[in-house]
């Protein structure tokens, strides 16, 4: 049996956790820029070193807004056919999703292209912006809470290889001009990437205000309910 | 050693720690990012177009968003809205017009919808039933820019630009006549009627026509416009005309125009001029005349069957028409006849003069009263020139006015008295035969008929011995006389076979088999249904290969048809 | 390896999902609340099999309407055409563009079938309480996840083609209800794997070895 007295407290450098797919508890020694840590036992990715973790971040999440408004205002494609044009956004694909009956599958379309993505920008980029000066306030845990949710559910990168489908699916008929709107979509994913890729989660819990007061050994105490304690 | 210490004497640098350079190149992305942002922002807003609000009684097939703007078949613009105007009678279409189209926005700009439309002049616009109705767009030639218009709901005839010119019509009614009919000269089509309107006064219509270039070069001043619809039958003292311009005059009604020789030479007419719409070609070809002389006749018979305009001849050739045909009465003797006045134009008796003759004609005409009153006294008094009622037509019964000279008439003068100066006319040879019925019925009571029938009795006898003299005479007859009549009988044959054949010439061209209105329109019906044939075979393929429209007939791959 | 392994729950701790920090439960069963992130605290996913299940059987179900049902229909001049989505895949085979037909294939009807045998395999060798390849599974667990979303492919694509034709009376394309179950079978499946807890898979180990010993 370990002693749990035996580990020093106020240990930062060393931090202990257990591995979210195994629950093994381990330490996680100081890694070198670009490193990553695994669990032993069953190979989940427990934390990485991104140099630069917020700046980088926060960055790439101001572009990521910025070219997200792009990707939903200018239009993604359009068609041409028999004297005929048509163009839509991503957000008019969703819309005749929904005026041809399906709107379930209408709703679903624009939460994973458009709610869930800039849910995750928006929360990320106010995460970022106020851990800049810690302590953080408190409910900047619920917002990368928020972000973490969202993040599994923005699919552009799948968004984008659907548009590629439907686009030679569309091309044998008539002739498709790609619009601003995906190549900002291309972009988008990129940026993406990046961010999730520089952004360390670790370095945000470091600089956020306890919920239970100031308390910052390995190991603390639960506390029964919301709010802050004593 | 000295210079150990000396060195170690040595002020200390302040050591400044390096400023790190907190900014890192990654905030180049966002920055890059809010670049392209704003550009293509700034590029939007300087590429925005006006919008223009154009408003319909119905637009059919415009949706917002998808109907475009056309004009000569390039999208200018798009329909942004579609709603109901604020009384809910009209419909607004907002749409946004591209940059460069922009100059095109001016006060006389004509909007309308392009749709499937079948008319007088043709079926148009059925490419929208592939491509979708879209706005057509007509430029003007103002100056003032606008932003808000009526939207036409027939499209206009002539679009701007069509070269050509376009003239204004008087007409007393508008007859078959409508929006698009043809214009012909010399039977070809050269323009059409774009526009009809009641004039101010209400008492004439003012048809606005519009004739193509290069042909609007042959309306000059002097030209003559007349209503060619439909078929012109005219059925007078001159006879039977049957006219027509074509099919499609007959049909939609038509337009001709030509230029008489009489009128003066000039240059092609302005643009707008105005002219007279006439009935027919013969009243618009008439030359005019421009003496005139006015004079009454009194009859003592029926003059029924007489109509105004009916020819006055001077031995058979027309000098005037009949203008009047009413009646006189003196109330002192309660003496009522017939009264006809007539117009003489002394220039169509002065037309068959020849040479000196017509200029010394021209100018006696055209010379002192005194002077043609002494001619026409001598004349009347001393030739005896006298009027008389002829059957123009024995089939209508029509009657014209003929002048002839009648040395035995009795003597008569001109009634200069009255303020039409009556001319002196004899009795006409119109049989009257109710009159003179009793008079033959009395003649035939007074022959001796008894007498007579003796008479015949004696005759019948030599008659006969005649008769047997003359068999004898008849048997020699055969053998010479005969071969000839042969002959003339067999000519007389041909002739008729002939005038068979001519006659069966005329049936064809009119009513025939192979009459070639006939032959046209079987032509046309053949092509008609040939089409049909096509437009059933293409629309069978379609239904089963609806994506060849767009794509084209496939190349054969994997064997898949 | 066992010798030096010791798990959270067994050294009485528990971690945040959240925010990862170890903490002394404020009592067994309500472990209570994250002293750093103030998150809600949970041994297991909460009912971690049962809602799996659950989730999974409804996915499979949806299944079957998903690939019977068209998902696109085309109109043409006024007669129309219903595709499902090995309709699509054919039509793309045969129209040329055989990696695509190869893409929306492994997209749309291998990743999503894969996803309930895998997840059912776990469900099922979890309860089993089986012990072997506790590595492998953690692995698949984890492909599971990460593939997941690529299955909503053919639901976008779709999305687009209907957006994008829309040229009455030529030709326009209207989604089929095939186009809902499909969706469903995606999210149904993603939702699985998101309340499968993967630690369950060593839980099992770890209580053989005790009752062993």
């Known amino acids: 049996m370990y002693n749990l007295a035996s580990i020093p407290p106020r240990c930062l450098a060393v931090e202990t956790v257990a591995c979210p797919g195994c629950d093994l508890l381990q330490r996680i020694p100081p890694l070198p820029s670009g490193g990553k840590a695994r669990c032993p036992r069953c190979g989940h990715l427990l934390a990485t070193q991104p140099s630069d973790p917020l700046d980088r971040s926060l960055a790439l999440t101001i572009a990521a807004l910025i070219v997200f408004v792009i990707a939903n205002t200018t239009p993604m494609m359009g068609l041409s056919a028999v004297g005929r044009e048509a163009n839509t956004t991503l957000l008019g694909g969703a819309y005749q999703m929904w005026l041809q009956g399906r709107e379930i599958t209408a709703a679903v379309v624009g939460f994973c292209t458009v709610i869930a993505p800039a849910g995750y920008l928006a929360c990320m980029l106010v995460v970022l912006l106020a851990v800049r000066r810690p302590p953080a306030p408190q409910w900047i845990g619920e917002l990368l809470r928020w972000a973490n949710f969202m993040r599994p559910w923005s699919m552009n990168e799948v968004l984008m290889l659907g548009i590629l489908v439907a686009l030679v699916k569309i091309a044998q008929l008539a002739t498709v001009i790609a619009g601003i709107g995906m190549y900002a979509v291309f972009v988008l994913i990129v940026l993406l990437a990046g961010i999730m890729v520089s952004f360390d989660p670790r370095e945000v819990w470091r600089r956020v205000e306890w919920a239970a007061g100031e308390q910052r050994i390995p190991v603390a105490d639960a506390t029964s309910g919301p709010g802050r304690a004593a | 050693m000295a210079e150990d210490s000396d060195l170690a004497k040595l002020p200390q640098a302040t050591v400044v720690p390096g400023k790190r350079f907190r900014v890192s190149i990654v905030w180049a992305i966002p920055i890059l990012a809010a670049v392209v942002a704003i550009g293509i922002a700034v590029q939007r807003i300087l590429s925005e177009g006006p919008t223009v609000t154009v408003v319909f009684r119905s637009a059919e097939g415009v949706e917002a968003g998808k109907t475009f703007v056309k004009y000569k078949d390039v999208n200018i613009g798009q329909v942004t809205a579609v709603q109901l105007s604020e009384d809910y009678s009209q419909v607004e279409v907002k749409a946004k017009i591209a940059k460069h189209a922009a100059g095109l926005m001016v006060e006389d700009a004509r909007f309308w919808v392009v749709k499937p439309r079948i008319a007088l002049t043709g079926i148009s616009g059925l490419g929208t039933l592939l491509s979708g109705n879209y706005i057509g767009f007509a430029a003007g030639k103002s100056d003032h820019p606008r932003r808000s218009f009526t939207g036409l709901e027939v499209p206009p005839i002539v679009t701007g630009g069509v070269p050509g010119r376009q003239f204004l019509l008087h007409a007393d009614t508008l007859g078959s006549v409508g929006i698009g009919s043809p214009i012909y000269y010399r039977r070809l089509p050269v323009g059409e009627v774009v526009a009809y309107d009641l004039a101010a006064d209400g008492k004439t219509v003012d048809i606005k026509i519009f004739v193509h270039s290069p042909y609007d070069k042959h309306v000059n001043p002097g030209t003559r416009f007349w209503n060619a619809s439909g078929i012109d039958v005219s059925l007078n003292a001159n006879g039977f005309d049957v006219r027509t311009e074509s099919l499609a005059a007959l049909v939609a009604g038509g337009l001709a125009f030509d230029t008489p020789v009489f009128a003066p030479t000039a240059g092609p007419a302005a643009a707008d001029t105005a002219f007279t719409l006439y009935g027919t070609r013969a009243v618009a070809m008439k030359q005019p005349e421009t003496v005139a002389r006015h004079y009454a006749l009194f009859f003592k018979e029926t003059v029924r069957g007489l109509s105004i305009g009916a020819p006055v001849t001077l031995f058979g050739m027309p000098v005037g028409e009949v203008t009047d045909v009413g009646l006189t009465f003196d109330p002192a003797t309660l003496d009522i006849h017939p009264r006809v006045e007539f117009t003489f134009y002394p220039e169509r008796m002065v037309m068959r003069l020849s040479g000196k003759q017509e200029v010394a004609a021209q100018a006696l005409a055209a010379g002192s009263e005194q002077k043609r009153y002494v001619v026409l006294r001598r004349l009347v008094e001393e030739r005896g020139l006298r009027a008389q009622l002829k059957t123009g037509s024995l089939i209508t019964g029509q009657l014209y006015v003929a002048f002839d000279f009648y040395p035995s008439a009795p003597r008569a003068k001109i009634d200069w008295s009255q303020d039409t100066p009556v001319l002196p006319s004899v009795e006409s040879l119109v049989p009257d035969l109710e009159a003179k019925l009793p008079e033959i019925v009395d003649k035939i009571n007074?022959?001796?008929?008894?007498?007579?029938?003796?008479?015949?009795?004696?005759?019948?006898?030599?008659?006969?011995?005649?008769?047997?003299?003359?068999?004898?005479?008849?048997?020699?007859?055969?053998?010479?006389?005969?071969?000839?009549?042969?002959?003339?009988?067999?000519?007389?044959?041909?002739?008729?076979?002939?005038?068979?054949?001519?006659?069966?010439?005329a049936e064809s061209?009119?009513?025939?088999?192979?009459?070639?209105?006939?032959?046209?329109?079987?032509?046309?019906?053949?092509?008609?249904?040939?089409?049909?044939?096509?437009?059933?075979?293409?629309?069978?393929?379609?239904?089963?290969?609806?994506?060849?429209?767009?794509?084209?007939?496939?190349?054969?791959k994997f064997g898949r048809q | 390896?066992?010798?030096?392994?010791?798990?959270?729950?067994?050294?009485?701790?528990?971690?945040?999902?959240?925010?990862?920090?170890?903490?002394?439960?404020?009592?067994?069963?309500?472990?209570?609340?994250?002293?750093?992130?103030?998150?809600?605290?949970?041994?297991?996913?909460?009912?971690?099999?049962?809602?799996?299940?659950?989730?999974?059987?409804?996915?499979?179900?949806?299944?079957v309407p998903a690939n019977v049902l068209p998902v696109l229909t085309t109109n043409t001049l006024g007669s129309s055409e219903s595709d499902t989505i090995m309709g699509g895949v054919i039509y793309l085979y045969t129209s040329g563009s055989w990696p695509l037909a190869l893409i929306v294939l492994i997209a749309s009807v291998?990743?999503?079938?894969?996803?309930?045998?895998?997840?059912?395999?776990?469900?099922?060798?979890?309860?089993?309480?089986?012990?072997?390849?506790?590595?492998?599974?953690?692995?698949?667990?984890?492909?599971?996840?990460?593939?997941?979303?690529?299955?909503?492919?053919?639901?976008?694509?779709?999305?687009?083609?209907?957006?994008?034709?829309?040229?009455?009376?030529?030709?326009?394309?209207?989604?089929?209800?095939?186009?809902?179950?499909?969706?469903?079978?995606?999210?149904?499946?993603?939702?699985?794997?998101?309340?499968?807890?993967?630690?369950?898979?060593?839980?099992?180990?770890?209580?053989?070895?005790?009752?062993?010993?």
């Open chain 2, 446 to 505: 007074k022959l001796p008929l008894q007498a007579i029938a003796e008479d015949l009795k004696k005759n019948l006898e030599t008659l006969d011995q005649t008769l047997k003299s003359a068999n004898k005479l008849v048997s020699h007859v055969d053998t010479d006389v005969v071969p000839e009549l042969k002959g003339t009988l067999e000519e007389a044959r041909r002739a008729m076979a002939a005038a068979e054949r001519v006659m069966k010439g």
């Open chain 2, 509 to 556: 061209t009119l009513v025939g088999p192979n009459a070639p209105t006939q032959q046209e329109l079987r032509d046309t019906l053949q092509e008609v249904s040939r089409t049909a044939r096509s437009l059933r075979v293409l629309t069978d393929y379609l239904e089963r290969h609806p994506d060849s429209l767009i794509r084209g007939k496939p190349e054969q």
């Open chain 3, 1 to 63: 390896m066992s010798g030096n392994e010791l798990t959270a729950v067994q050294a009485g701790l528990v971690s945040c999902d959240t925010c990862d920090l170890l903490s002394r439960p404020a009592a067994t069963v309500q472990p209570g609340h994250c002293p750093r992130c103030g998150a809600p605290l949970e041994w297991r996913r909460h009912q971690s099999i049962q809602h799996t299940w659950a989730l999974l059987i409804a996915a499979a179900i949806s299944y």
């Open chain 3, 110 to 213: 291998m990743i999503p079938m894969g996803k309930i045998i895998a997840l059912a395999y776990l469900l099922i060798t979890v309860q089993r309480g089986s012990i072997k390849n506790n590595r492998d599974r953690s692995r698949l667990y984890r492909v599971v996840e990460l593939i997941g979303r690529w299955s909503m492919l053919d639901v976008f694509v779709d999305t687009f083609v209907v957006a994008l034709v829309q040229l009455q009376p030529l030709m326009s394309v209207e989604p089929g209800l095939g186009v809902l179950f499909f969706m469903s079978v995606v999210v149904l499946t993603m939702l699985a794997a998101q309340s499968f807890d993967p630690r369950l898979i060593w839980d099992a180990g770890r209580r053989r070895q005790v009752a062993h010993g």
